[in-house]
């Protein structure tokens, strides 16, 4: 096991991270920008270190600086978190030539799934089922034309190394191709540096289905269950559950297999997550590979019983995985609300400040991940999301009485939170009755 892990993260997946290791008697160093020299993970941690001013590129994805901090307090290990520089492949090649393990895959399973169209062609030469479109990149509009004449609209067009539900444009006709093709590769390219975009067939009212793999260093892949991820707003996840809504048990079986599949294909290692689309007579189809900790964890520990950061980590060690397919069992079911500093009457505008007053939900079956407490400043420099109320109960339908419970009695002064909006989801006879796909939030809310 390692002795001292520096963590290259802020915010709730800092602290998320540094519980952990304290579980794992293993020391932690924490880094910091001068916008968060007092923040939670600050102070939870062995020691922490200032990586630079409060923009992000100066700081949290500053390669040098982080190595530097490493080196100077000793690491032996770096935890990426999600986001930031978690799937950065020179960030993991960095940590490597400078002796310290980098808790994720190595860079080239990183290199290859950050490479949305190349993932696919890799799956599709596979035999893995994936999204009627095209081989590798579209070139140029003429060839976009021409292609989703034979492929019939309406398509998507997505960049090649797309994230975070960005990217993306939807094509119903010839028209909007010739519209969107060139504003899709300059968004590309100002947003991820390349201008390389692929096109798929858009799929109506889809599911977002996920499946938790955990991969050792010695080819032992697992796969730990699914998640849902359908509710969300402009391609982005707001609320995730676990496990499947409404999926019959003989597809999510299928689905699973398939997932397995699909990590050994590319000698997955590490802690990782294959995202399929799920139409509605549930033919499914892969999208891509996470090569993190995704942001909703929790709800696959909360019905599986099983710390993923703590097995992420052991594995990164070099311990082997001794989990297996068929003996987790899955218990309940568990539905996680992203809390975000955002105005939801006003299109989500974020919503830095102070936190004046701060209340945390308790009691049975409810977890809070977060770094805030009352007086914490939220910092505009920084993703919106402050903190995940992660419920469990034995049934979706007490989970969602028990989630209204918590939502109630979360208290959060002197900021707009998202809390309201998902009270507003709960309330939903259709989300009652597990009716949910990627278009819910437009077509039950209308935004
Ligand atoms: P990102 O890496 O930016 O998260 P994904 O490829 O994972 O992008 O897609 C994010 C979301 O975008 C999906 O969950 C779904 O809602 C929507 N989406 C992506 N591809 C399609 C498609 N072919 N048809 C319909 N919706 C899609």
Known sequence: ????????????????????????????????????????????????ICIGPPQPAKSYLNIN??????????????HPGYGFLAENPEFEESCTSNDLVFIGPPSKVISLAGNKSRAIEVMRNSRIPV????????KDASNALKFCKRLGYPVIIKASFGG?????RICKDKKDMLYFFPLAVS????????????????????????FQIVADNFGNITCVGE????????????????????LSSRTKKIMKEYAIRAAKIINYKNLGTIEFLVDENENFYFIEINTRIQVEHPITEMVTGIDLVKEQIKIASGIKNTLSDSNNKISGHAIEFR????????????????????????????????????????SPFYDSLIAKLVIWANTREEAISRSVRALDEFKIDGIKTTIPFHKKILS????????????????????
């Open 65 to 78: 600086n982080i190595i530097s901090a490493a080196a100077v307090t000793n690491c032996d290990a770096v």
């Open 1 to 48: 096991m390692f002795k001292r892990i520096l963590i290259a993260n802020r915010g709730e997946v800092a602290v998320r991270v540094i519980r952990a290791c304290r579980e794992l008697g293993v020391e932690c160093v924490s880094v910091y920008s001068t916008a968060d020299k007092d923040c939670m993970h600050t102070k939870l941690s062995d020691r922490s």
């Open 131 to 138: 999204i009627p479109g095209s081989n590798g990149n579209v």
């Open 428 to 447: 939903k006879d259709n989300f009652k009755l597990g009716k949910i796909h990627t278009h819910f939030i437009e077509e039950e809310i209308g935004i």
């Open 339 to 378: 809390i975000n500093a955002e105005d939801s009457e006003n299109k989500f505008a974020p919503c830095p400040g102070k936190i004046t007053d701060c209340f945390l939900p308790g009691g049975p079956g409810v977890r809070v991940d977060t770094y805030i407490h009352s007086n914490s400043e939220i």
């Open 164 to 168: 975070g539900g960005r990217g993306m």
């Open 187 to 210: 968004e590309s390219k100002s947003s991820f540096g390349v201008g390389e975009v692929y096109i798929e067939k858009y799929i109506s009212k889809p599911k977002h289905i996920e």
């Open 227 to 246: 998640r849902e991820c359908s509710i969300q707003r402009r391609h982005q996840k707001l609320m995730e559950e676990a496990p499947a809504v409404n």
